[in-house]
């Protein structure tokens, strides 16, 4: 039985570089929906209508829900992209044999 080296199917772009891609994107979605969250919560401190409080409130949950997922997958990938970038992993992807 042949024991083939398997390939990255996206060869415009390497391992390591796609990892630090995701975590910087991850990284910045969760900052925006920080500041997403802060603008609602700033809106809210005004508001006397209850149902535009309640709108806002359900946004916020809503918004906390996504801060909550784009942190763990932002320290998830983080760590993901730490190991690659050690020299070992370096020398493995950049090994063509």
């Known amino acids: ?4 080296r398997p390939e990255f199917a996206i060869k ?4 390591l570089s796609i990892a ?3 975590h910087n994107h991850f ?3 969760q900052s925006y929906y920080q500041i997403a969250k802060g603008n609602l919560m700033s809106q809210l401190e005004s ?3 209850e149902d535009q409080v309640t709108e ?7 918004i906390e829900e996504k801060i909550t997922f ?9 760590t993901v992209d730490t190991v690659l970038h ?5 020398a493995e992807f950049n090994n063509k044999p």
């Open 47 to 49: 508001m006397t209508d």
């Open 56 to 62: 806002v409130q359900n946004k916020l949950r809503e």
């Open 1 to 4: 039985m042949e024991n083939k």
């Open 70 to 78: 784009f942190h763990v997958l932002n320290n998830a990938i983080s």
């Open 27 to 29: 990284r910045d979605l």
């Open 86 to 90: 050690t020299e070992k992993m370096i």
């Open 12 to 15: 415009e772009h390497s391992v």
């Open 20 to 22: 630090t891609e995701m």
